[in-house]
């Protein structure tokens, strides 16, 4: 399957997009690396924490209720 990045078209979308309706497309800002679609990350960016109680899982702050922990980083 091709996809269309910079109105290239590209075997592989590059960096950290995504191919979404064959078009590649940008993860979020929270995100280095996402999946499936662009808030959906796999590796959080400078300044975002790793959540498994939601989508978008990066954050830039805790949710109520929960205190940062700087092991595992949620």
């Known amino acids: 399957m091709l996809y269309i990045e910079n109105g290239n078209c590209v075997n592989v979308c590059?960096?950290?997009?995504?191919?979404?309706?064959?078009?590649?497309?940008?993860?979020?800002?929270?995100?280095?690396?996402?999946?499936n679609t662009i808030n959906n990350c796999v590796v959080c960016a400078v300044g975002y924490y790793y959540t498994t109680t939601n989508i978008p899982n990066c954050i830039n702050n805790c949710n109520s209720g929960y205190i940062y922990h700087n092991i595992t980083n949620y």
Do not use: W
């Open 14 to 35: 590059s960096g950290n997009l995504i191919p979404i309706n064959n078009i590649c497309t940008a993860c979020s800002s929270a995100c280095t690396t996402c999946v």
